[in-house]
Nanobody
Framework: QLVESGGGLVQPGGSVRLSCAAS????????IGWFRQAPGKDREAVSC?????????HYQGSAKGRFTISRDSAKNTVYLEMNSLNPEDTGAYYC?????????????????WGQGTQVTVSS
């Protein structure tokens, strides 16, 4: 099971940290991705992190330089730190897990999904 938290209303230029807490499996052994779904749009990849053996991190488009994905093995949790937020970052954010060593910035490989947390960037 994956449970996201940390979303809310954020002003443009602000920051927020999303959490993805896992239970029933060890996040060290899975590739974990973060995804965003804006109203009326398809779900898209934002960032992902390889399993702990590889630990590579990857970012899509505008997330580069603004977002940071990380893993806390002791808490079995993956985080997405988002900075310099703008209204285009608004959407429901989901984390997902894939039983794979290397993560991918695509929706289809991921088997396990959380319920999502809403991030709204607005003044």
């Amino acid at each position: 099971q994956l449970v996201e938290s940390g979303g809310g209303l954020v002003q443009p230029g602000g920051s927020v940290r999303l959490s993805c807490a896992a239970s029933g499996f060890n996040v060290d052994h899975y590739a974990i991705g973060w995804f965003r779904q804006a109203p009326g749009k398809d779900r898209e990849a934002v960032s992902c992190i390889d399993d702990s053996h590889n630990s590579g991190t990857h970012y899509q488009g505008s997330a580069k330089g603004r977002f940071t994905i990380s893993r806390d093995s002791a808490k079995n949790t993956v985080y997405l730190e988002m900075n310099s937020l703008n209204p285009e970052d608004t959407g429901a954010y989901y984390c997902a897990a894939e039983a794979s060593a290397l993560c991918k910035l695509f929706v289809w490989p991921y088997n396990y999904w959380g319920q999502g947390t809403q991030v709204t960037v607005s003044s």
